[in-house]
T-cell receptor
Framework: DGGITQSPKYLFRKEGQNVTLSCEQNLNHDAMYWYRQDPGQGLRLIYYSQIVNDFQKGDIAEGYSVSREKKESFPLTVTSAQKNPTAFYLC????????????FGQGTRLTVV | DAKTTQPNSMESNEEEPVHLPCNHSTISGTDYIHWYRQLPSQGPEYVIHGLTSNVNNRMASLAIAEDRKSSTLILHRATLRDAAVYYCILRDVYGGSQGNLIFGKGTKLSVKP
């Protein structure tokens, strides 16, 4: 079945370590997004990519990096520069049109100790 | 970017209709109105979207005011599985957000048996 897959579901890391979250989609979507969600809050946009080999910063990009070398993959690296990385991270994809629905992964819960 | 305003929380009884309001007084002519919902510890799920006319699908109905400054998501018979946070979002390809999904805090719907 087509969909968007995030892995792992839970991730624990020590403070100061970089960590990469995986996001893969087989929907042939052009646009992909990364969001961060803190407890009781809405989603905040970290990075987005409208096309392969191109990506843009969202509202809270500091301390994060991404790549978009393949259409189906949009990994997010949480670097040691991110001051408060513990959060729920969500990846989404969309064909690229505002008149179509976006699909979300099930999220990765990152805990930094 | 055009913003939306939703009540923080609402309650409903099981098997009764639920009307979730959303105000978007600064909506532009090219903004699509999207609704998503998020169950605890899951990624958001698409519910419905529309531009000017009312829309129906198997999950819900979307009623859009004639001046488009407000809309209402209608769940015809609430079930316990409908308990979630509901987000009303505007998407405009011509806006600065390039049609990105910009989330607010949404409305937390509780359903009582």
């Amino acid at each position: 079945d087509g969909g968007i897959t995030q892995s792992p579901k839970y991730l624990f890391r020590k403070e100061g370590q970089n960590v990469t979250l995986s996001c893969e989609q087989n929907l042939n979507h052009d646009a992909m997004y990364w969001y961060r969600q803190d407890p009781g809050q809405g989603l905040r946009l970290i990075y987005y990519s409208q096309i392969v080999n191109d990506f843009q910063k969202g509202d809270i990009a500091e301390g994060y990096s991404v790549s978009r070398e393949k259409k189906e993959s949009f990994p997010l690296t949480v670097t040691s520069a991110q001051k408060n990385p513990t959060a729920f991270y969500l990846c989404a994809s969309n064909p690229g049109s505002v008149s179509t629905e976006a699909f979300f992964g099930q999220g990765t819960r990152l805990t930094v100790v | 970017d055009a913003k939306t305003t939703q009540p923080n929380s609402m309650e409903s009884n099981e098997e009764e209709p639920v009307h979730l309001p959303c105000n978007h007084s600064t909506i532009s002519g090219t903004d699509y109105i999207h609704w998503y919902r998020q169950l605890p510890s899951q990624g958001p799920e698409y519910v419905i979207h529309g531009l000017t006319s009312n829309v129906n699908n198997r999950m819900a109905s979307l009623a859009i005011a004639e001046d488009r400054k407000s809309s209402t998501l209608i769940l015809h018979r609430a079930t316990l599985r409908d308990a979630a946070v509901y987000y009303c979002i505007l998407r405009d390809v011509y806006g600065g957000s390039q049609g990105n999904l910009i989330f607010g805090k949404g409305t937390k719907l509780s359903v009582k048996p």
